[in-house]
Nanobody, 115 residues
Framework: QVLPVESGGGAVQAGESLRLSCVVS????????MGWYRQPPGETREFVAG????????YYVDSVKGRFTISRDDAKNTAYLQMNDLKPEDTAVYYC????????WGQGTQVTVSS
C-alpha cells in the first residue's frame, strides 16, 4: 500500500552530478523517516543518507559527506538525494526507504559512474 518510487538514475562521468527523487504513494509521508541506500555490484546494501520526519536531522555515510545532500518536500511526498562530484565507487542500485512502523522499499534506480 505504501510504495516509494525512485527516479533520476543514469550513467554519468566522474565528477558529474545527479539528483535522485523518491515519490511515496500511500500512507502519510510526514510520518516517515526517509532514507537512501545503495547496493554496488557484488556487494551488500549499505546506508547512504537519512533524514528525520521534520527534516531537521540528516545522516550520511562518511564516503558521501560533503558530496551528497538528502532533502524532503512533504508537499510533494518526495525525498531527494542530490549527488555531486560522483565517483566510480558510487556506482550502485540506489533504493529509497520510507520508515514508519515498518520499512517500505522502492524498486531501485541504477546509477553508473564511469571514469
Amino acid at each position: 500500500q505504501v510504495l516509494p518510487v525512485e527516479s533520476g538514475g543514469g550513467a554519468v562521468q566522474a565528477g558529474e552530478s545527479l539528483r535522485l527523487s523518491c515519490v511515496v504513494s500511500g500512507g502519510t509521508f510526514s510520518n516517515f523517516r526517509m532514507g537512501w541506500y545503495r547496493q554496488p555490484p557484488g556487494e551488500t546494501r549499505e546506508f547512504v543518507a537519512g533524514i528525520s520526519q521534520n527534516g531537521e536531522n540528516t545522516y550520511y555515510v562518511d564516503s558521501v559527506k560533503g558530496r551528497f545532500t538528502i532533502s524532503r518536500d512533504d508537499a510533494k511526498n518526495t525525498a531527494y538525494l542530490q549527488m555531486n562530484d560522483l565517483k566510480p565507487e558510487d556506482t550502485a542500485v540506489y533504493y529509497c526507504n520510507a520508515a514508519g512502523t515498518v520499512d517500505h522499499w522502492g524498486q531501485g534506480t541504477q546509477v553508473t559512474v564511469s571514469s
